[in-house]
């Protein structure tokens, strides 16, 4: 994990690799809660008789699951101190390369694309590639945006503007 003492020390943080998390497994139960949860019980990804048969050999994690998993996977991977909250602003870019097959491991790597001051606080771009294990292409890779908030003001931007 990749700490930083406050959102301000990430402004100089724009390139730094922020390592690999452990892996998880994404069982059955995983992807059948996630069917249930959002109510996308397709086939694919709750039936492993007929998903045997299907065009995956069978059952596979919902993409959206896959992209719900950057959360505990950011949460390895990069710790803010002095923050009163952390909001996840957006994605500016989502790709869902691989399906995720059930039973598969998954990892992520990220690193830290972007980072400027904005109202509330540092606004951070942090590219995260979500690997699977024994496969040569990643199942997702996004340019995910947190605004972190620090307990103490940052600095007034003093910088003038060009005349």
Do not use: C
């Not at 299907?54 to 803010?80: C, K, M």
């Not at 001051?117 to 024994?134: E, M």
């Amino acid at each position: 994990m990749t700490t930083f003492a406050n959102p301000a020390a990430l402004l100089d943080a724009v390139g730094t690799d922020l390592g690999t998390t452990e892996w998880l497994e994404i069982d059955q139960n995983r992807i059948d809660s996630f069917a249930r949860a959002t109510g996308d019980e397709q086939w694919i990804h709750v039936d492993p008789a007929r998903a045997t048969v299907g065009p995956f050999g069978g059952t596979i994690a919902h993409g959206y699951l896959t992209l719900s998993l950057l959360v505990p996977f950011t949460a390895q991977l990069l710790e803010v101190n002095d923050v009163t909250m952390a909001i996840n602003y957006g994605l500016d870019r989502v790709r869902f390369l691989q399906p995720v097959r059930s039973g598969s491991r998954l990892r992520a790597s990220a690193s830290v694309t972007s980072a400027e001051t904005v109202g509330l606080g540092v606004r951070v771009g942090v590219k995260i590639t979500v690997a699977i294990d024994g496969e040569s292409k990643p199942a997702l890779i996004a340019d995910t945006i947190v605004l972190f908030v620090g307990t103490t003001p940052l600095p007034e931007d003093t910088t003038e503007e060009p005349a």
